[in-house]
C-alpha cells in the first residue's frame, strides 16, 4: 500500500559526505512530514530531521550545521545531505513519512518507516 525506499548509505571516512534519498509511493493524498530518524547499536532510535509540508525543518542539535534535510515534492522524495561526519553519526538511518492515504472517497493519516539503511563512519 506504502513503501518507502531508502537508498545512499554507506562506509565513509570521518570528516567525510554521504547523501540518504527516501522515495515514497503508493496512494498517498498528502505528504505532512517525512524525516530522518537513526538508531545506534544498543540505543534508542533518535530524531535527526524533519520537513514538513510547509517546508520548515527541524533537527537534532548533534547535526545541526552539518547535515541538510531537502524534499521534492514532484518525487514523494526527500534527502538528507550528510557532511563533516563522524563516527558518532554511525547508524543505521530511518526513513519516516507521516502520510495521508486516499482510498476512494476515505482519508487515512499514519506513520510510516523505511527499511533502514546503514551509515557507517569510520577510518
Known amino acids: 500500500q506504502v513503501q518507502l525506499v531508502e537508498s545512499g548509505g554507506g562506509l565513509v571516512q570521518p570528516g567525510g559526505s554521504l547523501r540518504l534519498s527516501c522515495a515514497a509511493s503508493?496512494?498517498?493524498?498528502?505528504?505532512?512530514?517525512m524525516g530522518w530518524y537513526r538508531q545506534a547499536p544498543g540505543k534508542e532510535r533518535d530524531l535527526v530531521a524533519t520537513?514538513?509540508?510547509?517546508?520548515?525543518?527541524n533537527y537534532a542539535d548533534s547535526v545541526k550545521g552539518r547535515f541538510t534535510i531537502s524534499r521534492d515534492n514532484a518525487k514523494n522524495t526527500v534527502y538528507l545531505q550528510m557532511n563533516s561526519l563522524k563516527p558518532e553519526d554511525t547508524a543505521v538511518y530511518y526513513c519516516?513519512?507521516?502520510?495521508?492515504?486516499?482510498?476512494?472517497?476515505?482519508?487515512?493519516?499514519?506513520?510510516?518507516w523505511g527499511q533502514g539503511t546503514q551509515v557507517t563512519v569510520s577510518s
Open positions: 503508493g496512494t498517498i493524498a498528502t505528504i505532512n512530514a
Open positions: 520537513i514538513i509540508s510547509g517546508g520548515s525543518t
Open positions: 519516516y513519512a507521516d502520510l495521508t492515504l486516499q482510498s476512494g472517497w476515505v482519508f487515512n493519516k499514519g506513520d510510516y
